[in-house]
């Protein structure tokens, strides 16, 4: 999920009640709700270095209690009042376990096993910015303010924000639980069909930002991807999409292909892409040479690619440049 309602969500579990058991639980939660994002600093080295180490070991679940202790001694170093070692560390590592169990719900996706194994897990179930979640954790991050402003008025006094704070954690699992759900029957809808007279191979379907009974469709047989704007609240036509057929390529492509996977940047992209879909393209320069694109169908189509990685093959194989682009 994105910066903000991992902010968020450190600020409302803190005022759920661990601000009355650790005196330090908003800066600990505020900091370990984004300490995984520390990976960020793979930036300096590039998109490539992002792309292979962002959500990399930081987000895994061996490391949740390591990062758990970076927020401790941060604010361990600015505490006035009394500090309990052991009653920080506890909030703190709640704080780090909610940043990958948020990300596991989007399209993105976390390797919550490494170093054990760099598999991929993701439930599709959210939109990277889910616009809802947004609205109820900032209502719970506003509500002791309005309730101040309020109580100002009236000659009584203000509440902590306590009881919206657990409302919204509520509705945050509840929600989630209702988008899985939702999910699932957007994807039993199109592995259902018979598309031009033959079956999917595989089926994905991806939230959007606001309206939760409203996909992305992604329907892929053995020649093409059609995508396809799901409403669940309506009916679908499997003829509806909008179709991409796979390229086939010739015995010069497959070859740049291969080359092109032996650079870190392919190899980091193909690790990370789950729905790969290749281009290939003439240059004039160098004389004879190939583009080879390959993009992930999870964050846009060939007409609107997004997550790109492409490389230049000359003739005879050498790979002139190779680069990845968001």
């Known amino acids: 999920m994105d910066p903000l309602t991992h902010t968020l969500t450190g600020l409302t579990v803190s005022r759920a009640g661990l601000n ?28 490539t270095a992002y792309l292979n180490y962002h959500r990399h070991i930081t987000h895994s679940l061996v490391a949740i209690p390591f990062l758990a202790v970076l927020p401790v ?8 009042k009394q500090f309990n070692w052991k009653r920080a560390y ?53 509500a002791p303010a309005l ?47 018979i598309y031009d007279g033959r079956a999917a191979v595989r089926v994905a379907a991806f939230p959007r930002p606001a309206n939760p009974f409203a996909w992305t469709g992604l329907v892929e047989t053995a020649t093409w991807y059609s995508f396809y704007d799901l409403n669940l609240l309506g009916d679908f036509d499997p003829a509806a999409g909008r179709k991409f057929y796979k390229t086939e390529p010739n015995p010069a492509e497959v070859a740049a292909a291969e080359a092109a996977k032996r ?17 290939f393209t003439a240059v004039d320069e160098p004389e004879a040479a190939t583009r080879v694109e ?8 060939p007409a609107n690619p997004r997550f790109v990685a492409s490389a230049i093959v000359t003739e005879d194989g050498r790979v002139e440049r190779a680069a990845f682009s968001f």
């Open 20 to 47: 009355r058991w650790s005196a330090h639980a908003t800066p600990l939660l505020l900091l370990a709700a984004n300490a995984p994002d520390c990976d960020v600093v793979s930036w300096a080295w590039g998109t």
């Open 73 to 80: 001694l941060i604010v361990r170093m600015f505490a006035r």
């Open 90 to 142: 506890v909030v703190s590592l709640i704080g780090v376990a909610t940043h990958p169990f948020l990300d596991w719900l989007n399209v993105y996706g976390v390797r919550w096993f490494l170093p054990f194994s760099g598999e991929w897990v993701r439930l599709d179930t959210t939109y990277i910015v889910d616009l809802w979640i947004w609205a109820v954790l900032l209502l719970a991050a506003a």
């Open 147 to 193: 309730s101040g402003l309020v109580s100002s008025e009236i000659g009584a006094r203000s509440g902590g924000g306590r009881g919206i704070a657990i409302f919204a954690l509520f509705f945050l699992v509840a929600y989630s639980g209702g988008r899985y759900i939702l999910h699932q029957r957007a994807v039993a809808i199109l592995d259902s069909r």
């Open 263 to 279: 650079t870190e940047t392919f190899r980091a992209f193909l690790n990370f892409s789950q729905f790969p879909f290749w281009r």
């Open 294 to 301: 390959v993009m992930d169908l999870r964050f846009g189509d």
